[in-house]
């Protein structure tokens, strides 16, 4: 399956490199940012895990901004679920290291 930037969740398994939701999103395009309420980490029918790190950024300005990183492990157990309680506002972010972990996101906002 390809990243899917339309739905709720976002559904993303192939690293997005320096490009950013709010450029892949047709629903944020007018948007200022948005509120992310969870993120759940799976492995796609027929991966293997590796180990590597996800790592979330803000691609906007000069220098990213790191948002969060997920560490994974061979040994990690699946699905890895980061509540946000108060759900944390970002104008824009890429996800990179699907590729290494062979792993999918899932992100749910408002």
């Known amino acids: 399956m390809a990243n899917t930037y339309d739905t709720q969740p976002v559904y993303i398994d192939t690293d ?33 895990v590796a180990a590597g790190t996800i790592t979330i950024t ?24 980061v509540p946000f309680y108060v759900p944390m506002q970002w104008k824009d972010f890429a996800v990179n290291g699907q590729a290494t972990t062979k792993t999918a996101l899932q992100i749910w906002y408002r």
């Open 16 to 48: 997005m490199g320096s490009t950013g939701f709010r450029e892949e999103s047709s629903a944020l395009a007018n948007q200022q940012g948005l509120f992310v309420n969870n993120i759940m980490v799976t492995v796609p029918t027929g991966n293997t």
């Open 58 to 81: 803000d691609p906007t300005g000069t220098s990213p901004n790191t948002l969060l990183q997920i560490p994974i492990t061979t040994t990690t157990i699946f699905p890895i679920i």
